[in-house]
């Protein structure tokens, strides 16, 4: 009897310890401060102010990170995101200058002429002369057509015209000159026989 009342009383003894423990855990403004809190003072952000300086004033906020390239776009709901532009190529040096524009056609180059191709004969060339041409037949000059005195009025008392007067002469007998033909010219090569003046 002795060893169940023992145990009654430890059993009891354990559960008032623990009922206050767990009255002073939920309200320990109720305890007398001190007899029961054995915990630390509470831990404050900012220490207690000295005397005769103000409060100091919160601390200035955080400074966002600096990105080296600029954030993304928030994604926007039920939005594809436009596909990122293409770089543009770069232009085109040219060597030459651009071609025309079709309004406009350029004329077509110049061929080069290529010179006509000598003319082959079939005969040689008529020799050339070293020596002076030879002259050309002269025809007689035409003769000189003189016009005749006229004769003097007829006079009332002669019969007979008088004769001429000894100033003008009668006109002498054309000359006739001949012309001597050259030698007939001897080609080396073969040609049809030369032409008869």
């Known amino acids: 009897m002795a060893s169940k009342e023992m145990g009654s009383s430890k059993l009891s003894l354990i559960t008032i310890s623990m009922?206050?423990?767990?009255?002073?855990?939920?309200?320990?403004?109720?305890a007398a401060p001190g007899k029961y809190d054995s915990s630390p003072p509470p831990l404050t952000k900012y220490p207690p102010p000295t005397p005769?300086?103000?409060?100091?004033?919160?601390?200035?906020?955080?400074?966002p990170k600096k990105y080296s390239s600029p954030p993304?776009?928030?994604?926007?709901?039920?939005?594809?995101?436009?596909?990122?532009?293409?770089?543009?190529?770069?232009?085109?040096?040219?060597?030459?200058?651009?071609?025309?524009?079709?309004?406009?056609k350029s004329p077509p180059p110049l061929k080069e002429s290529s010179p006509p191709p000598p003319k082959k004969y079939s005969s040689p060339p008529p020799p050339?002369?070293?020596?002076?041409?030879?002259?050309?037949?002269?025809?007689?000059?035409p003769p000189k057509k003189y016009s005749s005195p006229s004769p003097p009025p007829p006079t009332?008392?002669?019969?007979?015209?008088?004769?001429?007067?000894?100033k003008y002469k009668s006109p002498p007998p054309p000359k006739v000159t001949y012309v001597h033909k050259p030698p007939?010219?001897?080609?080396?090569?073969?040609?049809?026989?030369?032409?008869?003046?």
């Open 52 to 63: 005769g300086k103000p409060y100091k004033s919160s601390p200035p906020p955080p400074t």
């Open 19 to 30: 009922v206050i423990l767990v009255s002073l855990i939920s309200f320990p403004s109720e």
């Open 128 to 141: 050339k002369y070293k020596s002076s041409p030879p002259p050309k037949e002269s025809s007689p000059p």
């Open 156 to 166: 009332k008392y002669s019969s007979s015209p008088p004769p001429p007067s000894p």
């Open 72 to 104: 993304p776009p928030p994604p926007v709901h039920n939005y594809k995101s436009p596909p990122p532009p293409k770089e543009s190529p770069p232009p085109k040096k040219y060597s030459s200058p651009p071609p025309p524009s079709p309004k406009y």
């Open 184 to 197: 007939p010219t001897v080609y080396k090569y073969k040609s049809p026989p030369p032409h008869h003046y």
